[in-house]
DNA sequence: CGCGTCATTGATGTGCATCAAGTGGTGTGG
DNA sequence: CCACACCACTTGATGCACATCAATGACGCG
């Protein structure tokens, strides 16, 4: 959050954020169609956001765990376009969006706060949209891997270990895999002794192959 | 833009987009590491903005067309994270992006056009990650021309009849596929009688036959 | 303990990529 | 004004990465 706020600043921010939700796993914190009102920011927990197409497909447009923000989509059409399921038993903050841009009107930080975090969603979507459109299934896996590493590491866990939230599937669909490709993919890099993989736990041994794998060195 | 402003308010509107910049035909508006400095509103023109790997590959995220806004990539860091590219000489209106600040404080609707022109830019994002993620060449090429022909209509072109600005490799790189498999599929609808196709000249005979392509018919 | 959910692994199929050849339209310089 | 070169596009032949179908195995929970 923005530094270098006063008092009464602080404690305006401080009421904007003050309610909290709890959301067991697998229940939806917010669902396509519904009614915009909120943003969320994780407290704890660790949510899917999903859009659907009518004849049932759906994809995963992201993973999203303590500290970031849910519920962007809503605001162009005041309706919601996704939906965010909790993978685990969860707590957000529900911050009510005409507070948010009442507040930001004074609070300059605040106000450059929501347009950086708008900006990095859409970079981010920048980077699946590669991953999607041009990257083979090892690279896909390897990309979400040291991206989600690297995200619970900024949150003081293991650089090495990770324990994932999600199934194999929700894991394709984010990814445009089917789940045994996910799962082949995993003993594939279990082989190369890359990382291993208990179920849901995952130990990565080698950063830098999956490093190569993303970003694999150009042949001259 | 929004409407009911008052006299001071248009004035100072008018001043945030009073710069203009012309860009010639596979020129640069800008560039991936370049500092951020304004938004861009396309006035004339047609633009295409790309993401790239350090080995080379790159993704084309989006097409845009007048009236649309580039830049929102480069709130978050203070540089741009991707290209834009002029693909017929184009005219922008340049917008410092401190002035939007300024001013986004002071009228509030001005203030919510920039929330939401944020969140369309994440929702669309949505779209493609849905298309990229889950659809067969067929369906992405035909979700890709339905909304290229909606927003050319909603600017007062034909329904059925447009000029494709960009190359078939260009509409490959967003629909994440090769630019044989776009001209094959055009093919395709040619001889189902889906579209007329003339070099960049496409004419939608039939355009609930797109429709169902992108959105198939549950079966029972 | 038994059932349901999730994951792994194998066999086979297919949609799209790759490689390759040829066509047509466009722009340029002689 | 034409010849040539270049680029975008089309179309065919072949290959491969991933999907699909199917069977089995491992947890975890009531």
Redesign the interface.
Known sequence: MPVGLNDIELQKIDDLIGTRRKVKRNETLFRNGEKFVSLYAIRTGFFKTC?A???????V?GFQMAGEIMG??????DHH??DAVALEDAEVCVMPFEKI?EL???V?SL??H???I??????R??????L???MRAEERLAAFLLNLVQRLHARGFSQSELILRMTREEIG????LKLETVSRTFSKFVEEGIVEVKQRHVRILDTAALQNLV????CH
């Open positions: 859009v197409t009518e004849d049932g497909r759906d994809q447009t962007l989509d809503g605001i162009v059409n376009s996704c841009e930001s009107r004074e300059t106000q450059h929501i347009h950086k708008m900006s990095r969603e859409i970079v979507e920048h980077g699946v949209m590669l999607l459109g041009s669909s984010y990814l445009g970003n694999p060195q150009v």
